[in-house]
């Protein structure tokens, strides 16, 4: 990945070079992890609208990377994203309510989310987060498990 690049576009004010180069900043992902760049790079983007900068500004509040801690802001911010329809997003509020992080324990909650998740599995990969979601909702509707790989 050009990283120099991505800096040239996202200081010109591509939202897709802010969320691309917060993310890499968030997750080190061809840089070194820098809280406070990925913090910059994902509010301009999520300032602007972009589900996925707003979804991983939320990963940062949940857990406190070069942020204060702040789980409600996080559910918030977690929330817009989904309503963009994203997917980690989604998967993430079914884990926050399923494990009670910071809020109490609500099924109905980790239904809705879960199952919003499982909704767009044409549209992403097979993965962990898919088949959790799937196994959440089956245990919590009575399914009967069906290989869906």
């Not at 801690?69 to 079914?94: K, M, N, P, T, W």
């Not at 992080?101 to 044409?122: E, F």
Request: proline share 1%.
């Amino acid at each position: 990945m050009d990283i120099s690049e991505l800096h040239r576009r996202a200081e010109a004010g591509s939202v897709v070079a802010q969320s691309i180069l917060g993310t890499c900043y968030l997750e080190g992902i061809d840089v070194e992890i820098n809280y406070e760049q990925a913090f910059r790079f994902l509010s301009s983007a999520a300032r602007r609208g972009v589900p996925r900068a707003i979804a991983n500004l939320a990963r940062m509040y949940a857990g406190g990377l070069g942020v204060q801690e702040d789980i409600h802001g996080a559910i918030r911010l977690y929330e817009v994203a989904s309503a963009s329809g994203e997917f980690l997003a989604q998967i993430e509020l079914g884990r926050i309510f399923s494990r009670g992080i910071g809020v109490p324990i609500d099924s109905v909650a980790v239904t809705r989310w879960y199952s919003a998740a499982i909704a767009q599995a044409d549209a992403v990969a097979e993965c962990d987060d898919l088949r959790e979601a799937r196994d959440y909702v089956r245990r919590a509707t009575g399914e009967k498990s069906v290989d869906q790989s």
